[in-house]
């Protein structure tokens, strides 16, 4: 196992020797060199931590992308030879290079090599003369350092002037130091940019050059729609190629950790799972996959349209043995005794069916319902059809909000009181000890995703919130999981006290649970120790022997990945521990 993890450890280090390009021939204004802005307590909590060498390199990192995108290849639709003479075919113009996971047991799993970053000749012209510029906001930059193009919401400024078809260069609006103490952009949609040192973002925007493109719009064009291709981007800093919509079922764009994450779960065929926080979906799938769709998984999201929307990747999957619910992870254990009729494994709320996998009488009136609905809105659609066929040399007036109201809802879907068979099941909570697994993939700060490119917003007091809103999910996940089950902790943050610390209540709060050894391991060790803030408050950390039973995943290190953070326990049986907890 060790050998397959050096080996990918080689993969993804040529990535960076083969594409890897310095920008030192670019001005100093027309390059992307970021700084990432952290609030001044959150980063001397970091420095300590990690040492100030180390976090100075996770913070570089965290503001670039990753030099690779990862795939994870649905093994019930396709293989992985095909996916990959499918995506060259797709990517041949880029020249897409594409790699299989050497890790025993991640075949399936694929890179796609990206460059960068690549120094961009802006046409500076030696007489002064400047580009004309696009300035994007922050989110939109990000999404383009992604690979994703500008689109007019997106854009917040650009110069005088700018017609379609003009090459431009792409810059970014990135949250300054406020009067008030906090973080503001400052510049508002439609500002008018200059090039000279007369405009007073020239010096925000030094350094932070993401690529050119070509204008899809007109600057009037720009602040006067409200959706639409703004800039094609045509030559970027770095170079990732989009698979947004490519081979839609067959391949399911994920990062390497969180694929890790469902493999350290170890699930087997038949057994009953749950994700608590389950949207968008991507580990309830991969644990699907893993499991060859057969046993049940429960995805549980307390948003109502994540909730449909794990139902929609589900289906576009064709996987069967999931089954997305409504509800709220911290309430996840039912705190009835009443058992439903039907299953006695969940509480469901009145009006709302429930799980019922192993009734074939549910699951016939089911049908039988679901059926009869259609029926109605079918019959109700030929009404309508009649209607409007003799209504048909009538002069009708369809208002600009009607138009909106249909754009909507192709995007975002019928809605919840629109939706036709997808109706959000409404869950109680679940039966203590009704689970063999199960994966808390908790809501956490998210300062592991990158490219990011501030983050300031975060504070010692909101991380504290964090932890705090972290363990009392693991108490209650920590009550599902039957005496001999697994539950796997992860969170995709770079900060101790969402990650070690959490780990380190778990253990002196539940004797029963013990650490367990994930395969397959390629992360890195955990943090020993402890921390004590100014105000007194310490937060424990792993100890001596701990550090190598948890994965962390660095932002910096040569797997370039997202910050990220593993953890499975071992359940054990201790029946007065969950009576205290409970109470």
Request: proline letters at 5%; glycine letters at 8%.
């Amino acid at each position: 196992m060790k050998k397959k993890a050096r080996n990918l450890l080689k993969t993804i280090a040529s990535f960076f020797t083969k594409h890897h390009k310095a920008m030192d021939d670019l001005p100093e204004r027309y390059s992307y060199n970021p700084t990432l802005r952290w609030n001044a307590d959150l980063e001397s909590y970091f420095s300590k931590a990690y040492g100030p060498h180390h976090f100075s390199r996770i913070s570089q990192a965290l503001s670039r992308p990753s030099c690779y995108s990862c795939i994870r290849v649905n093994t019930l639709k396709s293989t992985p030879d095909a996916a990959i003479e499918k995506l060259r075919a797709v990517l041949k113009e880029k020249g897409a290079d594409i790699s299989k996971c050497d890790v025993e047991g991640m075949d399936y799993v694929l890179f796609v090599r990206g460059s960068g970053p690549h120094a961009i000749d802006y046409g500076c012209a030696a007489d002064g003369k400047l580009p004309k510029e696009v300035l994007v906001s922050r989110k939109c930059a990000e999404a383009v350092l992604r690979g994703a193009q500008v689109y007019v919401p997106g854009v917040l400024g650009c110069t005088a002037h700018v017609e379609k078809g003009d090459v431009v260069a792409v810059s970014v609006a990135v949250e300054q130091p406020g009067a008030d103490g906090g973080w503001v952009v400052g510049i508002t949609r439609g500002t008018v940019l200059q090039g000279s040192e007369t405009d007073p973002y020239h010096i925000e925007r030094r350094g932070l050059y993401i690529g050119q493109g070509r204008a899809m719009l007109s600057r009037a064009g720009i602040f006067r729609v409200m959706e639409g291709l703004a800039v094609d981007m045509n030559d970027r800093v770095f170079n990732l190629p989009s698979l947004h919509d490519v081979l839609e079922g067959e391949i399911f764009l994920q990062n390497l950790p969180s694929i890790v994450a469902a493999h350290a779960l170890d699930p087997q065929k038949g057994e009953r799972i749950l994700d608590m926080c389950a949207a968008p979906g991507g580990k309830t799938t991969a644990i699907a996959l893993l499991m060859k769709d057969e046993g049940e998984i429960v995805a549980a999201d307390r948003s109502h349209n994540k909730v449909q929307g794990i139902h929609k990747l589900a289906a576009e999957m064709g996987l069967s043995c999931i089954t997305p619910y409504k509800l709220d992870a911290l309430k996840s254990v039912c705190t009835t005794n009443e058992s439903d009729d039907f299953s006695n494994h969940s509480c469901i709320k009145e009006n709302h069916v429930g799980n019922v996998q192993g009734s074939d009488l549910i699951k016939s009136e089911l049908e039988k319902s679901k059926l009869i609905t259609f029926e109605r809105l079918n019959a109700e659609m030929d009404f309508k059809k009649s209607v409007s066929n003799e209504k048909v040399n009538e002069t009708t007036y369809t208002s600009k909000a009607a138009i909106r109201k249909e754009m909507r809802i192709k995007r975002n879907g019928p809605g919840r009181n629109q939706s036709v068979g997808g109706r959000v099941e409404k869950s109680k909570g679940f039966a203590p000890k009704s689970f063999d697994r199960v994966l808390l993939d908790a809501p956490c700060s998210a300062l592991g995703l990158r490219p990011r490119l501030f983050a300031g917003e975060e504070t010692i007091e909101s991380m504290r919130k964090h932890a705090t809103y972290q363990r009392r999910m693991l108490d209650q996940a920590v009550q599902l999981v039957r005496p001999g089950g697994v539950l796997v902790y992860s969170t995709c943050t770079i900060n101790p006290g969402e990650n070690e610390a959490v780990v380190r209540y778990a253990l002196d709060t539940y004797k029963f649970l013990s650490l367990a050894p994930q395969h397959p391991r390629i992360g890195g060790p955990g943090l020993v120790g402890r921390f004590e803030f100014p105000d007194g408050y310490t937060e424990e950390w792993l100890r001596p022997g701990e550090e190598e039973l948890v994965q962390r995943f660095d932002p910096s290190s040569s797997l370039d990945t997202i910050g990220f953070f593993i953890a499975k326990f071992s359940v054990g049986s201790n029946k007065a521990d969950l009576q205290n907890s409970a109470s």
